[in-house]
C-alpha cells in the first residue's frame, strides 16, 4: 500500500451512503489479545508487520502503528476512531482504498470492535499465554462450603459469576470407575467397587487416587497420551513402510518414565537432549528415539538430504506443538500469518535439531544375558582356536601341494577344464504383468517396467550349441546405472533375493547338486537357492553396486544334443523389490571340479614363481588354501561357518539421535522452506515472544540449550501448555479449547486465573505429573456428576464454565482393554515387544501384500494391552482405526472422537470382541451364584460397575431366554459362536446363549465411556 493521502471528501461520501449498513455494536472491554489482535493478524499483518511494511505502515508495534505518516495521517490516531485513517479504510468500497485489498473485509461486529478499541486509546498488550505466570489469589465465593481445594474456587467462582450453581458429587460407583478409567485405562472388579462404596473413612477416595498412581498400569495409560504427542509407531512410514523392530524399547522408556514420575523438566531434556547431558546414561541415550519417530522414507532414488530436512522440520514443529502450543510449522516457507514467529525464528529452532546426527546405540544387557554370552564366547574362541591349530598343520602340506596345481593348471586340457558358454535367448518372461525383460547386446537381460512388492519369477528360454555336456549353470549379477544404486538388483540399495534356481529339459527337471558364488549374503547362502523353500535364498549384501556370479552344477551332466534347449526358472519370493535387475545366464561344461581360476588368479599364475611379488604370491595361496587344496578348503569352511555362528554380544541396538561431532552443519533460511534454495545464515535461538535462551557454553548452542530454554522458568507457555493437555485427558476439552493453538488465533482460556494458578503450581511441585493429577482428581470440579442439565442448553451447551464433568468415549486402545479385562483375557505384562492381536487373513492378506506378514499372535501375547498392538503407519489395525486412533505420521496432541456405526458393528462381530465375549460368558456360568437373574445382575454389574435396574436385569434375561431356545436348535451356529472359549460341562446351547448376552453388554454405552 501507498503512503496514505487525504481523501476526506471521499470518506464522508462513502460513510453517507454506506454508513447505515454498518452497526458499531462495541463490545464491552475490548481486549487487545482476544479481540484485537487476532483481527490484525489476520487482516493486516500480511502486508503491514514485521516482514514487510507496505506504505510505511507496521501494526504489530504500537510505536509505529500511531505515528504520523509521510502524508501526516495517523493510521491509529488513539482516542479519535473517526481521525484513524485504519478505521477509513477497512469501511471504503474503494478498489483503491479499501483494507485488506484482497479477501473478505471485516463485518460490522469487527468494524464495531476496532472503533471500541481505538475509542479507548487503542491500547496493546502483550498475548496472554506470554505474560509471565501470576498466582492469582484464591476467589472469595459465596458458597463457601462447596469445593476441596483452590481449583473449585476459581471454578465456583465464574459459576457464581454466570449464576450458575455446580452438580452435585457423581454416585460412588461412578467416581471409582472415572478413576480407574481415567489413570489406568482399566475396569474396577465388582469387589473394588463394593469395597469404596462400603468405605465411609474421610480418605476413602484419596486411598483410591494413591493405589491407581503407584499401579503399573498407570504408566501404560499416561504413557500412551505421551506416545500420540511423540507420534510412536513401530515402522517407518512413507511408501516402503518398513518394520522398526527396536521402536518398542523407546515405548517402554517412556512407561517407565511415567510411573516413576520423572520430573517433566527431566522428561523433557532426557528426550531432547540425553545424549548431551553429563556422564548420559544408557536410558538417557535411548530417550533420544523420541527424535527418531519422524518418518524415514527407504525409497530408492529419493535425495537424502531433502529427507533429513524433512525429519528435522518435524522435529521442530513437533516441539512447537508439544511444549509451546504453537502452529510453528507456518513459518518454515515464511513469517506466520497470525503469531509473532518470523521465518527467521524458525530456523532459529531448526539449527539446534540441524546438527543432530541419526544413529543406532546398543543397549546394556541384562547381567545375566552378558554372563550367558562370555560363557559361550569362551567356549566359541576355545573351538576357534583348536580349527586354527588344525589349519596351521594343514597349512604346511598345502605348501607343497601348491607347487602340483600350479603345473596342473598350466597343464590342464581342454577337454576337462570348465568353460561357460553364451546361450541364445529364445524368450523372456515375468510371472507378473507389468515386469518386462530386455535383452541387451551383450546378452544380458534389463529388467524394468512394474517394480512389484510381491513375489516375482523370471521363466526364461534358451538353446545351447556346444559341443560338449552341459555340467551347470552360471547366473551373473550385473551392476547397471539404470538401476537404483547401480545394482545389480531392482531395490532402492541394489540387493535382490534369488528364492529358487530350477531348470527343466525337454519339461523334465534337471537336478542341480551344489553352488558356489563369488559372494553370499550372511544368512543368505548361494546353497539355499535350489532347497526348495521359498523363504531363503541368495543375497549379495553389503557387497550391492557389484556384480556377482553364482554357479549351479548339476547332478548329471545334460547330454551335448545341438541345439539343446533348456528352460530356467528364477524365482524371487523375499519380496519388498528384492529382485534381479539386470543378470546374464550362461552354461557351463567341462568337470566342475576343474572350474578354471578366477582371472586375477589367472594372471598371476601366467607369471614364474621368480617373477611375482610378495603381494601376488600371498593372493594365490589363501587362493589355493581357501578354494582349491581339500584339506585347508574344509577347514576354512569350518572356520567361517564358525565365525558366522559366532555368539552375538546382548543388548539390542535401538535408534537414537546424537550431536554431530564432524563439522557442524550452517543453518540457513529455506526459500519457501525448499532444501535446494538456501538463502541468510541464521544461528540457533528462541521466540522472540519469550525469554532469551540461556547458552551453556561458547560457540554453537545445542538441544540441551533449546530443553534448558522450554523449561526455564522464566517461559510462561511451556507449563501453560503442559497443564491444558492434562485437563483436556480428564475432562475432555482444556481450559484453552484450541489445545494445538496458543496463540492469537486460538482460544483464550475459559478460566485464566486457574490456569496460570495451576501452572505455576505445577513448576512449585517439581513438575510432578502425579502430585498435579492427585490435586485435579480431588477436586469437587473433578468429582461433579456428568448428567445432562437441560437448563444449561442455552447459557453453556458446552459446559465451558464446568458446572458438571463431561462424559468421554474411551481411546482406541482402552476399548479393546476393557472388553479383555472384563472378560479375564487380559494380559498383565507390562512392556516387551509388540504384538500382533488377530486379524481377518483377508484383511492382513491385502494390506500387506508383499512387504510385511501379520502373523497373529498366540498365548498371552494375543491378548495384551492395545498400547503394544503393533503400529504400521501406512496400514494401522483397522480396530484402532475404527476408534479413531491417530495414524502417528505427525504429532497428535489431541484425538479426534466419532460416534459411528461401524464402532458398534465391530464390538459385536470383530474377532477380538466375540472372543472376550465367549469368555466373559464362561466366566459368568464360573460364578457361583442362585439363578439366572442373579447373574444377570452380577454380568451387568461387572460391566458397568453399578447396581443395574430393576427394567435393565429383565431385557437381558429376556435375552437369555430367547438366545437358549434359539440354540437349543440351532447347534452348528452355537458351536460357531464358542469356538474358541467354552464353558465346561455345559451344554453347548447355555454357553451360546451366554455368549450372545456377553456381546451384547460389552458392546453397551457405559462400558467404553467414562462418566
Known sequence: MN?????????????????????????????????????????????????????????????????????????????????SELLRRVLSDDPDLKMPPKGDRLTSADAGTLRAWIQEGAPYS?????????????PVVKDSAWGHNPIDRFVLARLEQEGIVPSPEAD??????????????????????AAFVADTAPDAYEKVIDELLRSRHFGERWGRHWLDMARYADSDGYEKDRPRPDAW??????????????????FTREQLAGDLLPGAAPGQRLATAFHRQTLTNTEGGTDQEQFRNEAVFDRVETTGAVWLGLTVGCARCHSHKYDAITQREYYQLFDFYNNGDETTYRLPPAPEALAAYEKAKTVHEEKAAALKRKMEAATLEAEAAQSAWENLQRQAEPQSTAAWHDLRLVSATAS????????????????????????????????????????????????????????????EGGNFVLSELSATLAGKPVAVASATADFSQKGWDVGTAFDGDLKTGWGISPQRGKSHHADFRFTNPVPAISPTRISVTLRQHYGQQHTLGRLRVQGITGDPSVLPPPAEMLVILALPPEARNPGQQKQLREYFQKKVHPPTVALADQLDQLAKAAPKPPGEEVRVLVQRTAEPRLTRILDRGDFLTPKEEVHPGGLSTLAPVKFRQDGRADRLDLANWLMDERNPLTPLVLVNQIWAHLFGEGMVRTINDFGVRGDPPTHP???????????????????????????????????????????????????????????????????LSLSGLLSDKVGGPSVFPPMPAEVAALSYAGNFKWDNSTGADRYRRGLYTFFKRTSPHPNLMTFDCPDSNTTTISRQTS?????????????????????????????????????????????????????ETSLFLDLLRRSKAYYDGHAEEASALTARHRAPNRPVSESAAWTAVARIALNLDEVITRD
Open 3 to 83: 503512503a496514505f493521502r487525504r481523501y476526506h471528501f471521499l470518506f464522508l461520501l462513502l460513510w453517507l451512503v454506506t454508513g447505515s449498513g454498518w452497526v458499531f455494536a462495541a463490545p464491552d472491554g475490548v481486549s487487545f489479545s482476544r479481540d484485537i489482535q487476532p483481527l490484525l493478524a489476520q487482516k493486516c499483518l500480511e502486508c503491514h508487520g514485521p516482514d514487510k511494511q507496505k506504505g510505511g505502515l507496521r501494526l504489530d508495534v504500537r510505536e509505529e502503528a500511531t505515528k504520523a505518516l509521510e502524508s501526516g495521517e495517523h493510521a491509529i490516531s488513539p482516542h479519535q476512531p473517526d481521525a
Open 126 to 138: 502483550q498475548h496472554w499465554a506470554y505474560a509471565p505466570l501470576s498466582r492469582a489469589p484464591i
Open 172 to 193: 460412588r460407583p461412578i467416581l471409582i470407575k472415572r478413576l480407574y478409567y481415567d489413570l489406568i485405562g482399566l475396569p474396577p472388579t465388582p469387589d473394588q467397587v
Open 249 to 266: 524399547h523407546y515405548r517402554d522408556w517412556v512407561i517407565e518414565a511415567v510411573n516413576a514420575d520423572m520430573p517433566f523438566d527431566q
Open 432 to 491: 507378473v504383468s507389468g515386469v518386462t525383460l530386455t535383452p541387451e547386446k551383450d546378452g544380458s537381460l534389463l529388467a524394468g517396467g512394474e517394480n512389484p512388492e510381491g513375489p516375482v519369477d523370471y521363466v526364461l528360454e534358451f538353446e545351447a550349441e556346444v559341443p560338449k555336456p552341459l555340467t551347470g549353470l552360471r547366473i551373473e549379477a550385473i551392476t547397471d546405472p539404470r538401476l537404483p544404486g547401480g545394482g545389480p538388483g531392482r531395490m
Open 753 to 819: 486465573e486457574l490456569l496460570d494458578w495451576l501452572a505455576a503450581e505445577y513448576r512449585r511441585q517439581g513438575w510432578s505429573r502425579k502430585a498435579l493429577l492427585r490435586l485435579i482428581l480431588q477436586s469437587a470440579t473433578y468429582r461433579q456428576s456428568s448428567r445432562h442439565r437441560p437448563e444449561l442448553d442455552e447459557t453453556d451447551p458446552t459446559n465451558r464454565f464446568l458446572a458438571r464433568q463431561n462424559r468421554l468415549r474411551v481411546q482406541a486402545e482402552i476399548v479393546r482393554d476393557i472388553g
Open 899 to 951: 460416534n459411528t456405526p461401524l464402532q458398534a458393528l465391530t464390538l459385536l462381530n470383530n474377532e477380538t470382541f466375540a472372543e472376550a465375549s465367549q469368555a466373559l460368558a464362561v466366566r459368568a456360568l464360573g460364578w457361583e451364584v442362585g439363578d439366572d437373574a442373579s447373574r444377570i445382575t452380577l454380568l451387568l454389574r461387572h460391566c458397568v460397575a453399578r447396581e443395574p435396574a430393576t427394567a
